[in-house]
């Protein structure tokens, strides 16, 4: 039986069901994101600060998240914790997973666009007098961010994606009710179509979402990325031509 | 009043006067980098409205010394005080002396996510805190001191590397700095700009303003300058007015430094 339905796609792309399970997915994103942005900051923090132990602790945090895979991570926790008498709902397992597994990837975003700020930057605000507070919010947190954008975009790009795997532990998002809705009537094509549709929709809206912050938070750094980039070569020239 | 300016006529023969307090006292300093000690038992005293030249060989020290002065750079030994304060690690008198003193980078280092105006009223709202129409005056005096008023909506970028550094320049002005460090201004610069940072640092210095700065111009220490402070291996060798530093060096060192500079 070679047969392809265009219209039975359609209607599986205006399906109500299925729709439920993209708000799902969108959910379980933002959530992800959110939560894992606050947890990937304080991580970044622990990582960056002086204390060994602190640093190493998020050091081995990174490096254990990002050296599993998320589906592991899912299951031990929808199926392995409440053997130890911990025990969530469906939902709570999939967005602890997810965060968990998203702030370690956030936490070396984050770290990376701080680095990646001179140290001239926070010199300055220093002789400033600006305060800690002030020289984070207002010198290094905006500069960093317009650094980190585009990693982060694309890290949030995984994770629309990623959150499929929570169809897994029985999360009804987008991933298992296509799932469910193929069981039911065997459109294997026509179903996973009008996910994939779903799919690529959310990824192309992030996409174009992502090329707008970028657009906006690059605006007035541009010019001045490269004229910073170029001058301590031409300070170290003069300072040599001079001696 | 009148004596100040006395001082000031009569040059650096003049000694620092005893009643005043410094504006920095440094006593047997010292700063090591691990094993490597980048200050070396270093003394140095600056009268107010003095200006220092501080030179020397790459690595001799020069960067730390003024760095130290408002505590960017941490010292290990020693003490240093700024307008009587001491530099004792007490977040109250580091915050104090960084008050009291206004620094200009080699490399600028302006914010560069804002406007000209912006980063000059950042400190004043924030640390002083000055209504916004208050500071932007504040700017716009000071913008206009180092003749760039009109670019005051410009991002950082989109100025020339002189123009960048004179608003470094009014930017350290807007907290109304009673010592102003400058660690090698015109070193990133092209040429042609030097000039016009160096204009506008003899404008502060006629205007009486305490001056300590890194520069290989020698013209500028020349013109400018009540003292040369001649720095090598972390140690300050030498210190002498202009004239006498340039036409008798003591120092071996001092005269070897003076040679390849000059050719
Ligand atoms: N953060 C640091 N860690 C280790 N060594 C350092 C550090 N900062 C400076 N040094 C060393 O201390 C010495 C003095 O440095 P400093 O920057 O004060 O020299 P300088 O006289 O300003 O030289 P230059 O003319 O090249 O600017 C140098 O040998 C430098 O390598
Ligand atoms: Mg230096």
Known sequence: MSHFSPTAAVSYFFNYFLMKGVLVTIGLTVAAVVGGLILGMGIALLRMSSNPVLAGAARFYIWFFRGTPLLIQLVVIYSGLPQLGIKFSVITCALVGLILNEAAYLAEIVRSGFMAVSVGQREAAWALSLSPWVTFRRVTLPQAFRLMIPPLGNSINSLLKATSLASVISVEELMRRSDMLMQEHFQILEVYAAATAYYLILTSVWDAVQRRLEKHFGRSSAAKTRRVAASPPVAQASVEARA | ?263
């Open chain 2, 1 to 263: 009043m009148s004596e100040r300016s006395m001082a000031r006529a009569e040059g650096a023969t003049v000694q620092p006067q005893l009643r005043e307090v410094p504006a920095v006292r440094m006593e047997a300093v010292y700063k090591h980098y691990g094993d490597f000690t980048a200050l070396n038992e270093v003394d140095l005293k600056v009268a107010k409205g003095e200006k220092i030249v501080v030179c020397g060989p790459s690595g001799s020290g020069k960067s730390t010394l003024i760095r130290c002065i408002n505590h960017i750079e941490k010292h290990d030994e020693g003490l240093i005080y700024v307008n009587g304060t001491e530099l004792d690690r007490q977040r109250k008198n580091i915050d104090t002396v960084r008050r009291d003193t206004g620094m200009v980078f080699q490399s600028f280092n302006l914010f560069p996510h804002m406007t000209v105006l912006e980063n000059c009223i950042l400190a004043p709202m924030t640390v002083n805190g000055m209504s916004e129409a208050e500071a932007k005056d504040l700017a716009m005096h000071f913008l206009t001191k180092v003749r760039i008023p009109d670019q005051a909506e410009k991002f950082p970028g989109q100025l020339s590397g002189g123009q960048q550094q004179r608003v470094a320049i009014a930017r350290a002005l807007c907290m109304r700095p009673k010592i102003m460090l400058f660690d090698e201004p015109t070193s990133a610069l092209d040429p042609e700009m030097v000039k016009e940072v160096l204009e506008t640092m003899k404008k502060l210095a006629e205007e009486g303003m305490t001056m300590l700065c890194v520069t290989h111009e020698m013209g500028f220490a020349r013109e400018v300058a009540d003292r040369i402070v001649f720095m090598n291996e972390g140690r300050v060798v030498e210190q002498a007015a202009p004239e006498e530093f340039f036409e008798n060096p003591k120092s071996e060192r001092a005269r070897a430094f003076l040679d390849q500079i000059i050719h």
